[in-house]
């Protein structure tokens, strides 16, 4: 091949990557209006029934998404919050007291709410095979023709950290669907799955399989992902006793591709320099410890969406 050849084909490939950047806003403001704000940037207009997609917390636990942070956005939206039980016990496997968590938390003096696995699951495809033959979710997520995934990024026991990508797969699939991805598609019966959860990597390849076949359910244009790092704990919000943030807040990023969206935020604790308002390190060993990065690597490849973004602030 000569020069010129090699020359052309290294700018049309950069012409290719180019083409493919996906698009993050950010804004350093966590509020109401700002939550919004960042919703109307992407420019994907709900339509339907819409579902908001978060996690209630554990009783007990206090670093979840506050119903008064969310409230303008499921407002303009008419969302009704959408959930699913656990499958490690404490105050969300039963519905009984997951509604109990669900009241103490304030969400359904707020809005409508709906446990989406309450009387029964849902079997859908997945696109990748690799580990699971399907993905369980709770049957009324037929009933949605809309999602906004509103995760909260923190740290994770397990999975290393959880953001988008972790609230569409553990976060849909109800217990049984729970224990189907933890085991890596060993099984769905509890407790049974979790003599199952290793290698760690087939667990996280088995969330961005699950997280996929959401996606895929509800097709492009009728999803969006939104990451709000506020109350950066190494632990979960599914945590009953949480560890103390050690990072002050960051801000909120949004995308139309999770892949960049869970990226975007992972960068974004990997800039935090340690100093005496912040200690990044426990979060980023225990994300290393992990391989949390993993389920945005796995996540990329099996198509979901693209590592290569381009960040927008819409901070003045």
């Known amino acids: 091949m000569t020069k010129t050849l090699v020359t052309l084909a290294l700018f049309l490939c950069g012409i290719g990557s180019f083409a493919q950047q996906a698009k993050v806003y950010f804004t350093k403001e966590i509020t109401p209006e700002s939550l919004v704000k960042i919703y109307d940037a992407l420019g994907v207009k709900e339509h ?19 119903p008064t942070l969310i409230r303008n956005l499921v407002d303009k939206v008419n969302g009704t919050i959408i959930e699913c039980c656990t499958a490690y016990g404490g ?5 009984t007291k997951h509604w109990e968590t669900i009241h103490e938390h304030g969400f359904d003096s707020l809005f409508a709410v709906d446990i989406m696995d309450e009387y029964g699951e849902l079997r859908i495809p997945v696109q990748d095979k690799t580990w699971l033959k399907y993905d369980i ?15 909260h990024f923190k740290g994770h026991v ?18 049984a669907g729970k224990g189907y991805i933890h085991s890596h598609g060993v099984t769905s019966k509890l407790p049974d799955a979790w003599q199952h959860t290793q290698p760690q990597d087939a667990f996280l390849e088995s969330m961005a399989a699950a997280a996929q076949a959401v996606a895929n359910w509800f097709g492009k244009d009728n999803i969006v992902y939104i990451n709000v790092l506020n109350n950066i704990s190494i632990d979960c919000d599914c945590d009953a006793h949480p560890r103390a943030p050690e990072i002050q807040d960051i801000g909120i990023v949004a995308s139309i591709d999770p892949i960049a969206c869970d990226r975007a935020a992972y960068d974004l604790i990997y800039q935090v320099k340690k100093d005496g308002n912040n200690n990044p390190d426990p979060l980023k060993q ?4 992990q391989h949390g990065i993993h389920i945005v690597e796995w996540g990329e490849k099996i198509g979901m969406g693209t590592t290569n973004y381009k960040m927008i602030s819409l901070d003045k």
Do not use: P
């Open 286 to 289: 225990r994300i290393e410890r």
């Open 91 to 95: 105050s969300r496997q039963d519905v």
């Open 137 to 151: 979710v709770g049957e009324h997520l037929a009933n949605y023709d809309f999602c906004i995934n509103l995760a």
């Open 158 to 175: 397990m999975g290393g950290f959880g953001g988008v990508l972790k609230n569409q797969s553990i976060g849909f699939a109800s217990s």
């Open 48 to 66: 339907g029934r819409v579902g908001v997609k978060i996690s209630t917390g554990e009783s007990g636990g206090n670093n979840y998404l506050k």
